[in-house]
C-alpha cells in the first residue's frame, strides 16, 4: 500500500517542500500531482495573499486554486472570529496578506492605534515600519487583543537570514512586557485545523509534510495529525534524531516521492528512529548517548 493510501487528505508546506526560493523541489510537482489526494498548502508566510502563492504553484506545473493555499495570515482571522465580533476594527501590521484575511472575515482593517482597535494582528510584511510597531504597542497597551500570525524569529533570503515577524513581535513584546495572547502560524495549531475544516477531514486522517521540525512537524504533532518530515529543506536525519517529543515526525524520507512508495519502505527508517529516540528518552540525565546512526537512517543522510 501507498503512503497516501493511509490518508484522507494532505497538508504541505511549500518553501523547502514544493519549492526553493522560485524553481521548484525535485520531483514535487510530480508526486503532488499524483498522489490522489486533495491538497492544501500551509504556509506561515504572511505577507503574500493566496492568490500569489497559487500563481507561483500554477508556474511550477500544479493544478491548484488559491482557495488551496491557507496563510497564517488567514488562520490569524479565522481565530479572531471566536475572540472579537466580526465588524470590529483591527490593526493590521504586515504585507497586504494581513489585511486582505481580515477582510475575508468581515473585520475592518485600520492602520493607527488612534482608531481604538478591538484587535492587533501582527505578521511580516517588507515594508513594516517602526511606527507600525509602535502603533501595534500603543494598541496592545489600550486593551487590544493581540494575535501574531508566527512567531518565526528568522526568514530565508538570498543573501542569507533576516529578522523575521517572531524578531518583530519580540520587538512589541519589550514594550509592552509580554508576548501575544495568541499566535496562528506554525508550531501552534490553528493553521492547521483551519486546513482541516477546509478539507473537511478528521484530523486523525491527515498527513501533514515539512521540511522543518520546530514548526511543520510540532504543528502537525499540535493538531494531532501524522507527519512526515522531507530533507529537502531546513533539517536533516541528525536533527530528528534530537527532536523533542513534540517535534518528532511520523514518517521520515528523502523527498516526496515517499507519497508513491510502498509504506513497508519506508517503515524501516521510521522503526529506526522510534528506537533511537527510545533510547535518548530512557538515558539518565548527562549519560552519553552518542551511538553509531543506524544504516538505515545513514543512508537518508547521504
Not at 98 to 109: H, I
Not at 174 to 203: M, S, T
Request: charged share 20%; hydrophobic share 45%.
Amino acid at each position: 500500500m501507498r503512503l497516501v493510501d493511509r490518508y484522507d487528505a494532505l497538508i504541505v508546506d511549500l518553501d523547502g517542500v514544493v519549492y526553493r526560493g522560485d524553481p521548484a523541489v525535485p520531483h514535487a510537482v510530480e508526486e503532488l500531482s499524483t498522489a490522489g489526494l486533495p491538497v492544501q498548502f500551509a504556509t506561515n508566510n504572511a505577507s503574500r495573499p493566496p492568490s500569489e502563492v497559487g500563481d507561483h504553484l500554477r508556474r511550477l506545473g500544479l493544478a491548484v486554486d488559491d482557495t488551496s493555499v491557507a496563510t497564517s495570515s488567514q488562520a490569524a482571522a479565522w481565530v479572531l472570529t471566536r475572540h472579537v465580533a466580526v465588524g470590529a476594527r483591527v490593526l493590521a501590521i504586515g504585507g497586504p496578506g494581513v489585511s486582505d484575511a481580515l477582510r475575508e472575515q468581515g473585520f475592518v482593517p485600520v492602520t493607527s492605534a488612534a482608531d481604538q482597535p478591538a484587535a492587533v494582528v501582527q505578521g511580516y510584511g517588507p515594508a513594516v515600519t517602526a511606527d507600525d510597531l509602535a502603533q501595534a504597542a500603543y494598541a496592545v497597551q489600550g486593551g487590544a487583543l493581540w494575535l501574531a500570525t508566527n512567531t518565526d524569529h528568522t526568514l530565508p533570503t538570498a543573501a542569507g537570514f533576516a529578522p523575521g515577524n517572531g524578531a518583530l513581535v519580540l520587538a512589541v513584546g519589550a514594550a509592552v512586557g509580554r508576548g501575544p495572547e495568541l499566535v496562528a502560524g506554525k508550531p501552534d495549531e490553528p493553521l492547521y485545523l483551519l486546513c482541516a475544516e477546509r478539507l473537511g477531514v478528521d484530523p486523525s486522517r491527515i498527513l501533514a509534510i515539512g521540511d522543518r521540525l520546530e514548526t511543520d512537524i510540532e504543528g502537525a504533532t499540535a493538531a494531532g495529525m501524522d507527519s512526515l518530515l522531507v530533507l529537502t529543506g531546513v533539517h536533516g536525519v541528525r536533527d530528528a534524531l534530537t527532536a523533542r517529543r513534540a517535534a518528532r515526525p511520523t514518517w521520515i524520507a528523502a523527498d516526496l516521492r515517499a507519497l508513491s512508495a510502498d509504506e513497508r519502505d519506508l517503515e524501516p527508517a521510521a522503526k529506526a528512529l522510534r528506537e533511537e529516540w527510545a533510547v535518548r528518552d530512557d538515558a539518565p540525565a548527562g549519560a552519553d548517548i552518542s551511538r553509531a546512526m543506524p544504516p538505515v537512517l545513514a543512508s537518508l543522510s547521504d
